[in-house]
């Protein structure tokens, strides 16, 4: 009776999975970095309960900017804005940029290059109190969760986030600020028609149980 419940159950996990589709789903926290990008219009397209394959590219939620012929394009994640000058707030100023951030991806499949560029790899980007900024050095992004992170506190409002170069499919990406973390992710639900067949096994199963037991 084991082997036939445990083949059951296997039938079901099969028949939901190929059966399923895949939705956005997004977390965020009101006033949370999802709240405070940079210029909301040139991000993506990514809406909550919007269906997609199983991984979404970079360039699906993040701004895509040229930024030279050495570089070449980047996609850009941008939250906050910058100090107008020391210790004046510009409009549009976002207190959570004052706390320390990390980013975090998650990368499905084999990320490439941009060409003959080099990459694929990401870097951070962050103002100062006077309003310049600055960059990491570039690190290497691969297969699997990769993190990046600016320290914090600090006493200004700023603008925070990263570049990447490259090209991937991610399944989830998560911005960490100190107050919150916001998500995008991809979540696999079965089709109505998977609910049926999944009562219908559990039915099917329970009943075979019970005609054991009384025989």
């Known amino acids: 009776m084991k082997n036939t419940l445990l083949r059951f159950i296997l039938t079901l996990a099969l028949a939901a999975s190929a059966h399923a589709q895949y939705v956005v789903a997004i977390d965020s926290v009101d006033d949370g970095a999802f709240d405070n990008i940079a210029k909301p219009s040139s991000f993506g397209t990514l809406a909550e309960g919007a269906t997609t394959s199983a991984t979404f590219t970079e360039n699906s939620f993040l701004e895509t900017k040229f930024l030279n012929a050495t570089i070449g394009n980047v996609d850009v994640w941008k939250v906050g804005v910058a100090n107008t000058a020391k210790d004046t707030s510009a409009a549009g100023a976002w207190s959570g940029s004052r706390n320390a951030h990390t980013f975090t991806i998650n990368v499905v499949g084999t990320p490439t290059a941009q060409g003959g ?4 790899r990401w870097r951070y980007i962050r103002s100062f ?3 310049s900024d600055d960059q990491s050095n570039w690190s290497d992004i691969t297969t699997g969760a990769n993190t990046l992170s600016i320290t914090g506190p600090v006493s200004f409002d700023r603008y ?3 570049q990447i170069a490259g090209t991937m499919d991610i399944d989830s990406f998560s911005h960490d600020y100190g107050d919150g ?3 995008y992710s991809i979540s696999a639900v ?3 028609s998977s609910y049926a067949l999944l009562a219908g096994l559990f039915a099917s199963t329970y009943m075979m149980v019970r005609r054991r037991k009384i025989s």
């Open 181 to 183: 973390v916001d998500t």
């Open 117 to 120: 560029k080099p990459g694929p």
């Open 160 to 162: 925070v986030g990263f």
């Open 190 to 192: 079965p089709e109505p």
């Open 129 to 131: 109190n006077n309003g």
